[in-house]
């Protein structure tokens, strides 16, 4: 069992920047792809990013490429999502989650029904 806990969100500007961070319990983080996903009001949960259990792939949807960056740190147990650049529309609740099989490939690594764990989610409020 792996339980997440999000944290870093809150209100930034337009342009600005943050940092979300998804701490996990448990040993066998690292042998976990993570991923990140968010819900904006009255819309579904979408896919954001995604990470392999080595760092060593990363993914990411068409709509936050090249302004968020994905990250962890195994030793710390943490994964991170920088969000540079946001934008109003990036305004939702942002959720991690961990995929005990390493889905790999597009409508895998992407989907929602792929990870067997999730956080309770971090609201992130982007003004302009």
């Known amino acids: 069992q792996v339980q997440l806990v999000e944290s870093g969100g809150g209100l930034v500007q337009a342009g600005g920047s943050l940092r979300l961070s998804c701490a996990a319990s448990g040993r066998t983080f690292s042998a976990y792809s993570m991923g990140w996903f968010r819900q904006a009001q009255g819309k579904e949960r979408e896919f954001v990013s995604a990470i392999r259990w080595s760092g060593g792939s990363t993914y990411y949807a068409d709509s936050v490429k090249g302004r968020f960056t994905i990250s962890r740190d195994n030793a710390k147990n943490t994964v991170y999502l920088d969000m540079n650049s946001p934008k109003p529309e990036d305004t939702a609740v942002y959720y991690c989650?961990?995929?005990?099989?390493?889905?790999?490939?597009?409508?895998?690594?992407?989907?929602?029904?792929?990870?067997?764990?999730w956080g309770q989610g971090t609201q992130v409020t982007v003004s302009s």
């Open positions: 989650a961990a995929d005990r099989h390493n889905c790999v490939g597009l409508g895998c690594y992407d989907s929602q029904s792929q990870y067997d764990y």
